[in-house]
């Protein structure tokens, strides 16, 4: 039996320095991956609280469209043939970062028996400019009517 060959170390060390050059780069390209996704996560996270808020802002405004026209305190309603509410001009108005749009329109208006009713149909549209150029917009849109009975004698005459 013949001795085995006596290996010199120095063949030996360009393995574990290949081994060491492939390692920190899978190291590396993981972390390069990590960070974007963390990034990507951080930009969704901004979207959604600028989503939120914009749809807040188009809620007060729909809200506010509906005290203008509901008419909580009986302004119009002098007697009870007094005319109903009429829509308001469209709005924008700034605050809170947000640019929010109101506008109303009175779709339907009818008699029946003594009530006179009219539909109202208001838009709220909110917009709020985000990173990067992106701009987050919500819209919301309710309807409602105003009811008032020509036949009752004490305010606020309606139904």
């Keep these: 039996m013949s001795p085995r060959p006596n290996r010199s170390p120095a063949l030996q060390r360009g393995v574990s320095v290949l081994a060491a050059v492939f390692f920190l780069l899978l190291f590396g390209l993981l972390a390069a991956l990590m ?30 469209g509906l005290y203008q026209v ?50 109202y149909r208001i838009t709220s549209t909110a917009t709020i400019p985000g990173p990067a150029g992106l701009t987050v917009e919500r819209s919301i849109e309710v309807t409602t009517e105003k009811c008032r009975d020509t036949a009752s004698t004490v305010a606020p005459f309606g139904c």
């Design 35 to 64: 960070a974007n996704v963390i990034s990507v996560t951080h930009s969704a996270a901004a979207e959604d609280v600028l989503g939120a808020r914009a749809y807040q802002a188009a809620r007060g405004g729909a809200e506010w």
């Design 70 to 119: 509901l008419d909580p305190t009986n302004a119009t309603a002098t007697g009870p043939t007094a005319a109903l509410p009429t829509c308001f001009a469209a709005t924008s108005v700034p605050g809170l970062g947000a640019t929010v749009s109101v506008s109303c329109a009175a779709s339907v208006s009818y008699t029946e028996g003594s009530k006179s009713i009219r539909i």
